[in-house]
């Protein structure tokens, strides 16, 4: 048994862009077996923002999307994923701006790797921005794993990681297949047989 314990970090925005990029729903448990291979994980963490109810008005779209992202997150924690969100912040334009999301998933990385709460972090992330916080997390003797997809991979990220896994490879993994609804077209005199045997 392998008993390198290992943390996942997911950057939900980043990964978000990138899935709805290419159209594709993952399954997160399928996902996080994936990247954590045979080792053992401590846990999983997913990093988000989400609006304050009280900028959105109930019954609008963005009220629906809102409930939707809820209900999404809510599921999420049930699968054992601990989620940690910020809020959205609402320019006067009525635009949304995310905030402290980095921060937070930057604060969580260093200080779990001071604490020793990993051997191994898993960044599911392709944000440059990360890069500092992963070497000074390796400083700390700490190995650092990036996972993302290509629509959303940082260069500078991956070449400093002590491992580098290109998601689009691996998508049969923990990619859903939506299941297309099968429907038979019925002939005229199909039908006409089904009302007579009523």
């Avoid at 954590?36 to 923002?49: C, H, I, N, Q, S």
Wanted: proline content about 2%; overall charge positive.
């Amino acid at each position: 048994m392998n008993y390198e314990k290992v943390v996942i970090l997911i950057d939900g925005s980043n990964l978000f862009h990138a899935i709805r990029y290419m159209n594709i729903k993952i399954d997160y448990q399928k996902l996080l077996d994936f990247l954590k291979e045979d080792r053992r994980l401590v846990r999983a963490y997913f990093y988000g923002a989400v609006p304050q109810e009280r900028d959105l008005k109930k019954n609008s779209p963005e009220w629906e999307s809102y409930i939707r992202q809820r209900r999404f997150l809510e599921e999420l924690s049930l699968q054992g994923i601990k989620v940690k969100l910020a809020k959205l912040r609402k320019l006067p334009s009525g635009e949304y701006i995310e905030k402290e999301v980095d921060i937070m998933l930057a604060t969580d990385m260093l200080s779990m790797a001071y604490m020793n709460v990993f051997d191994t972090v898993v960044l599911v992330s392709g944000d440059s921005d990360f890069s500092y916080t992963v070497e000074e997390v390796q400083r700390i003797g700490k190995r650092v794993e990036n996972a993302t997809f290509k629509k959303t991979s940082s260069y500078q990220l991956r070449k400093i990681c002590d491992r580098f896994l290109l998601l689009d490879d691996y998508m049969d993994r923990f990619v859903v297949e939506e299941k297309m609804e099968v429907t038979q077209e019925v002939s005229f005199w199909e039908k006409i047989r089904k009302l007579w045997k009523r």
